[in-house]
C-alpha cells in the first residue's frame, strides 16, 4: 500500500466516522476548548497519523507542526498542506528546542512505546512554561481491560488493548501519578465502559459514549484522557 492509500484508507473511508471515532473527537474538542489557543502558539501533534487532529488544530489558528515515526505517512500527509517531520518518539529525543512549543498533542501514542516515561519527560522539555498537553491512552484497569483479560486467558494470550502494537498499558492510577510528577492535570476523564450493546440489540449512544469526569467512574473507562500543563 502507497502512502497515499494509507493515508485515504484512513481518512478518507470512514475511520473518523465511526461511532466510536466520532464521539471521542468530540470529547478531544471539549478539551480543546479548555485551552486558550492564540494564534501565533507552535502547536506539535505527535504520532499525527493521517493529521485529523492535526486538522482540527490548525482550525484553531494555530501554527502546527505533525510528528511520526512512518515515513510513509508523513509523505502522505505532507501532501495536505502540513509540515511534518519524521521522530521516533520510543526512548529518543524529541527534534525541538527545550520550551519551544506551546502545545503538545499526544493521542494514543504511548501504549505503542516500550519507554513513554521518557516520552512524557521530553514533552515536558518542549513545553514552554505554562503550555498544554493533551494526552489519551488506554486503561489497563477498566471494564474493556477486565473483560479483556478474561479473553486472554481463555485464548491463552496477552491482553494489548486490541492492538498488538501495543506494548504499554497504564492503570489509571499510575499514568496520574507519572503525570502529576511532571505537570498540573487540569482535567482527566475516562470514556468508554465496555458495552454497547444488550442481548443483541445496540444500547442508546447516551449509555456507552458517556465521558466523565466523576473520581471512581472516571477509572474504569477504557480511553483515559487527560488535560495538563507545564508548572510555572
Wanted: hydrophobic fraction near 35%; charged fraction near 25%; glycine fraction near 10%.
Amino acid at each position: 500500500m502507497s502512502a497515499t492509500q494509507y493515508y485515504e484508507s484512513f481518512y478518507w473511508q470512514g475511520k473518523y466516522e465511526r461511532p466510536y471515532e466520532r464521539r471521542r473527537a468530540q470529547i478531544i474538542e471539549g478539551l480543546y476548548g479548555r485551552i486558550p489557543f492564540q494564534r501565533h502558539w507552535l502547536t506539535l501533534d505527535l504520532g499525527a497519523g493521517t493529521g485529523f487532529y492535526s486538522e482540527k488544530l490548525r482550525k484553531r489558528g494555530v501554527r502546527v507542526v505533525t510528528a511520526d515515526v512512518d515515513h510513509g505517512v508523513v509523505k502522505a500527509i505532507r501532501g495536505h498542506g502540513f509540515f511534518p517531520t519524521v521522530c521516533n518518539c520510543d526512548g529518543g529525543l524529541l527534534p525541538f528546542q527545550d520550551s519551544s512549543i506551546k502545545v503538545v498533542n499526544a493521542l494514543d501514542i504511548l501504549e505503542h512505546l516500550h519507554e513513554p516515561l521518557r516520552l512524557l519527560d521530553e514533552i515536558q522539555r518542549v513545553l514552554k512554561t505554562g503550555g498544554y498537553s493533551l494526552i489519551s491512552t488506554q486503561n489497563r484497569n477498566s471494564l474493556e481491560g477486565f473483560k479483556g483479560r478474561i479473553f486472554g486467558k481463555l485464548t491463552g494470550t496477552t491482553w494489548k488493548a486490541w492492538d498488538e502494537t501495543h506494548t504499554t498499558i497504564f492503570s489509571y492510577a499510575e499514568l496520574i501519578r507519572e503525570l502529576s510528577k511532571r505537570f498540573r492535570i487540569l482535567e482527566c476523564g475516562g470514556y468508554y465502559y465496555g458495552i454497547h450493546s444488550f442481548r443483541g440489540r445496540p444500547l442508546p449512544p447516551v449509555v456507552w459514549r458517556v465521558y466523565t469526569k466523576l473520581p471512581l467512574i472516571r477509572q474504569l473507562g477504557f480511553t483515559m484522557m487527560v488535560l495538563v500543563r507545564k508548572r510555572y
